[in-house]
T-cell receptor, first 111, second 111 residues
Framework: NAGVTQTPKFRVLKTGQSMTLLCAQD?????MYWYRQDPGMGLRLIHY???????AKGEVPDGYNVSRLKKQNFLLGLESAAPSQTSVYFC??????????FGQGTRLTVV | GIQVEQSPPDLILQEGANSTLRCNFS?????LQWFHQNPWGQLINLFY???GTKQNGRLSATTVATERYSLLYISSSQTTDSGVYFC?????????????FGTGTQLKVEL
C-alpha cells in the first residue's frame, strides 16, 4: 500500500518554463489537495478537489492550474514558472471527515 | 479566514523529558489534526481529533472544541521526536475538509 505518491521529488526550472507535478493515491479517497510550504509560513492550500472531475481554488491559487481526470490522480501545473514559486509542494488526500495523508513532497527551484 | 496559533514556536528538550504543545484556533471547527514533519521533510499524521482525548504510545492529544484549543503531549521524549509539529483545522462550512495549518512548533530533543 503506497499511500500518496508524488513525482518528481526534485526539479529545477528556468523562469518561464512549464511543468506538471503528479500525485497518485491508492486509498480510494474522495478529496485531494495541493499545498505549498515556505520557510516560516507553514503549509498553504493551492487547489483542492472533492471528487473526480472537480477542482476548486484554495488560499494561493494564482499561477497554478489543476486537473482531476481520475479519482486516484491530481495534477498540478505551472504554465510559466516564476522564482516566487520556488517552494516545497505537498499533495495530500483524505476521505470524507477523516485524516489527511501526505506525499513525500516535491522540492521545486525556479531560477 | 480562521487563525491557527501554535505555542511555543521552538522547544529544546533533553531526552526523557515531557512536553506539551498547544494549538489555539479562532473559530468552531469540525476537523483538527496533528502532524509531525520529520527532519527529512515527511509529514506524518499523528491524530485526527476534533474533540476529546486520544493516545498513541508516548503521544496523546486533547481537543476542547468549546474553548477552541488542542494540546499535544509528548512523554519520555526521544531524539526521533525531533522535527516540526503542526496543528491543522478545517471549518464545517465549505466542504472538502480544507485544512488550515498553524506555523508549527520546532522541537529538538538532545541526548
Amino acid at each position: 500500500n503506497a499511500g500518496v505518491t508524488q513525482t518528481p521529488k526534485f526539479r529545477v526550472l528556468k523562469t518561464g518554463q512549464s511543468m506538471t507535478l503528479l500525485c497518485a493515491q491508492d486509498m480510494n479517497h474522495e478529496y485531494m489537495y495541493w499545498y505549498r510550504q515556505d520557510p516560516g509560513m507553514g503549509l498553504r492550500l493551492i487547489h483542492y478537489s472533492v471528487g473526480e472531475g472537480t477542482t476548486a481554488k484554495g488560499e494561493v491559487p494564482d499561477g497554478y492550474n489543476v486537473s482531476r481526470l481520475k479519482k486516484q490522480n491530481f495534477l498540478l501545473g505551472l504554465e510559466s514558472a516564476a522564482p516566487s514559486q520556488t517552494s516545497v509542494y505537498f499533495c495530500a488526500s483524505s476521505g470524507i471527515e477523516s485524516r489527511a495523508f501526505f506525499g513525500q513532497g516535491t522540492r521545486l527551484t525556479v531560477v | 479566514g480562521i487563525q491557527v496559533e501554535q505555542s511555543p514556536p521552538d522547544l529544546i528538550l533533553q531526552e526523557g523529558a515531557n512536553s506539551t504543545l498547544r494549538c489555539n484556533f479562532s473559530d468552531s471547527v469540525n476537523n483538527l489534526q496533528w502532524f509531525h514533519q520529520n527532519p527529512w521533510g515527511q509529514l506524518i499524521n499523528l491524530f485526527y481529533i476534533p474533540s476529546g482525548t486520544k493516545q498513541n504510545g508516548r503521544l496523546s492529544a486533547t481537543t476542547v472544541a468549546t474553548e477552541r484549543y488542542s494540546l499535544l503531549y509528548i512523554s519520555s521524549s526521544q531524539t526521533t521526536d525531533s522535527g516540526v509539529y503542526f496543528c491543522a483545522v478545517a471549518l464545517p462550512a465549505g466542504g472538502g475538509n480544507k485544512l488550515t495549518f498553524g506555523t508549527g512548533t520546532q522541537l529538538k530533543v538532545e541526548l
